[in-house]
């Protein structure tokens, strides 16, 4: 798949800076960052279409397309593929945004890395608890997005 002539999926829900605090010995980002990052976002997502508190139960299918380096604008999508009675599949992207100027690579946008990130609504013990029944059972190859209300796609 070549991600590099592709656009974003999903909505951006977050958008935060690589520092150098995040690199790992070669002097790229952490894998571990990445993964974080894509959890905090999709947790958003997750937490968006709960209406409440929601855990992350699975993370699958990552693939490391390319490298983050320090400076690199970092830029998480999200979108839902399905909902069940109390998980949310969530599809998440890390798209880079170059916005340094050094080797002429200012203005680039790619993806680097994908996943498919699982949550549970939970109550307040912890315990699955049910979606609100109008948002249960979506499935994005067969549901309109609108189905989930989200405030915004
Ligand atoms: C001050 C606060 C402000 C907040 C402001 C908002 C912030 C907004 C952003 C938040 C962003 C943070 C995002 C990070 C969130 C963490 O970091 S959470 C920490 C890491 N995760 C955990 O500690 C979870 C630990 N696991 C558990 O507690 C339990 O396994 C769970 C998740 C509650 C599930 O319990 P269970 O008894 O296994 O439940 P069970 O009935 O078998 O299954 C429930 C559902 O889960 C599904 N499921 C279970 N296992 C799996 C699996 N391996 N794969 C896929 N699905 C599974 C089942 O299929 C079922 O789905 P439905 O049929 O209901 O749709």
């Known amino acids: 798949m070549n991600k590099e002539t592709e656009s974003p999926k999903g909505q951006l829900v977050l958008r935060t800076l690589a520092m150098p605090s995040d690199t790992n010995p070669h002097g790229h980002i952490f894998g571990g960052w990445i993964m974080s990052q894509m ?4 947790g958003i997502l997750a ?3 709960a209406r409440g508190r929601i855990v992350t139960v ?7 397309h390319k490298p ?6 970092v830029c998480c999508y999200a979108r ?4 069940g009675t109390s998980s949310i599949t969530i599809a998440i992207e890390i798209w880079v945004k170059k916005i340094s100027d050094s080797g002429n690579s200012l203005g680039q946008r790619y993806c680097i890395t994908d996943a498919i990130y699982t949550y549970v609504s939970v109550d307040k013990h912890n315990k699955p608890r049910p979606l609100a029944e ?3 059972n979506f499935n994005c190859e067969t549901d309109d997005i609108s189905k989930l209300a989200l405030s915004h796609t």
């Open 39 to 42: 959890d905090v976002g999709g």
């Open 47 to 49: 937490q968006e279409i």
């Open 58 to 64: 699975n993370a699958s299918s990552i693939t490391f």
């Open 68 to 73: 983050a380096m320090v400076g690199d604008v």
């Open 80 to 83: 839902c593929l399905k909902t």
């Open 134 to 136: 109008q948002f249960q």
